[in-house]
């Protein structure tokens, strides 16, 4: 392992490289790197480690300018371990231009060593490089999908574990969860267009304008009304309604006679849709549902097949409404930053026999310590799957609450991680 050290806010920072394999099975050859930036507290140089899963998938950890939320809260106890996910920020890229040399089939057998199970040996790999002794994980959204798989199995690796809006359904099919986030996304559209009447006539204008004229995004591609509708997502969040709100205020301009979209609002609508800086989401994100026969086989493009039954969601619709976290097949032909990678997408989402990521027996036998904060509302995570899945594991403890959105972790980190801190040990 290499690392390298610096100075942040009366911190040290250690940024450690390491080798790991691949295929942790052995079964493929070949190695890639992982990265993770440790941040030391002056005076906590003694303190266990907790590492940080982030949301995803394939989103790179913090990159944290200055010392504040539950990061502040953390290294009151922890050394605290940013780890970029394997194919994320400094860890070995995965992206059109690293993959550009495979060939479709090489790209989904390389890509299919990127979900949870790998990221949690990946984590042990670090671990064990590091010297630790079982340490603390703390994960967010996604991040709490791979707390779930490492208490699956490396549970010998964890002193405690510590979830927010991450407990994911531990079988069943992908259609079930994007059933229930379709149905809070409609919630949430609710919602926002009470809150912003107006803007649910500017969404409908705006796609009228889509459908009959053709609208072209900065980086050059031709903006549909599907992928326009995604600016939803940010309906998931505690800030979002204004944020959408503010994106919406303003979206045309009179040109030559012609009504056109702004080119700022153009660019903003960019910002939101394109995956060019994390397209790991994209082609990997119905993997973190495929659990071979738990899932009952490939997911097969589920949210895409649940939006097609639900006809307010149908971007042909007078008043379309606007969709959340799902990703659909025909962005991987849109998204020039996806386009390369989208039949290796397809196959990865047909492929049938992804292992199991959860283990049910080994968390009802659980012996690890665990707090999950379980939000009523999220639109990311529904927390049907969530309650049932905390009763599944043993001597979980929860904490359900209206207060947060899916993002509570950010806007009130310093509080919710104390409060999990407080019931893990009671």
Excluded: C
């Amino acid at each position: 392992m290499r690392t390298r050290s610096h100075r942040l806010d009366g911190h040290d920072v250690h940024e450690h490289t390491l080798t790991v394999p691949l295929d942790h099975t052995g079964a493929t050859p070949g190695t890639i790197e992982v990265f993770a930036r440790e941040i030391v507290r002056d005076g906590g140089a003694d303190r266990p480690r907790l590492v940080w899963f982030q949301g995803g998938p394939g989103n790179r950890a913090n990159r944290p300018a200055s010392i504040g939320g539950w990061l502040d809260r953390a290294l009151q106890e922890y050394r605290v371990v940013l780890l970029d996910q394997r194919g994320t920020g400094r860890s070995t890229p995965a992206d059109r231009q690293t993959l550009a040399e495979l060939d479709t089939v090489g790209q989904a057998a390389y890509l299919a060593h990127f979900r949870a199970d790998s990221i949690v040996a990946d984590a042990e790999a670090l671990r064990l490089a590091l010297g630790e002794q079982p340490w603390t994980v703390l994960g967010q959204s996604y991040g709490g999908f791979i707390a779930t798989a490492y208490l699956s199995r490396a549970p010998h690796g964890l002193r405690e574990v510590l979830i927010t809006a991450g407990l994911p359904a531990l079988s069943g099919p992908a259609d079930e969860v994007y059933r229930l986030t379709f149905a809070q996304t409609a919630r949430r559209n609710a919602a926002f267009f009470a809150r912003y009447p107006g803007d649910a006539v500017t969404v409908a204008e705006v796609a009228g304008q889509l459908r009959e004229h053709e609208e072209r995004l900065p980086t050059g591609e031709a903006l549909s009304v599907s992928r326009f509708l995604q600016v939803g997502i940010s309906l998931g969040s505690s800030t979002g309604f204004d944020s959408l709100h503010y994106l919406l205020e303003d979206p045309f301009v009179t040109v030559g006679g012609k009504r056109r979209l702004r080119e700022r609002f153009l660019r903003e609508v960019g910002d939101v849709v394109s995956f060019a800086a994390n397209p790991l989401y994209a082609v990997l994100h119905e993997t973190i549902y495929a659990q071979g026969a738990l899932s009952d086989g490939a997911t097969s493009w589920a949210a895409h097949r649940v939006r097609q039954s639900l006809p307010e969601f149908d971007p042909d619709a007078d008043r379309p409404l606007l969709t959340g976290e799902h990703i659909f097949p025909w962005q991987l032909a849109e998204d020039p930053a996806l386009v390369p990678l989208r039949e290796a997408a397809d196959l990865l989402a047909n492929r049938e026999d992804f292992p199991a990521l959860y283990d049910p027996e080994a968390l009802a036998g659980n012996e690890v310590p665990v707090a999950a904060a379980i939000y009523h509302d999220d639109m990311f995570v529904p927390r049907q799957l969530s309650l049932a899945t905390a009763e599944s594991i043993r001597g979980l403890r929860p904490l359900v609450t209206n207060e947060y959105q899916h993002d509570g972790v950010r806007v009130d980190g310093y509080r919710l991680l104390d409060r999990l801190l407080t019931m893990l040990r009671r």
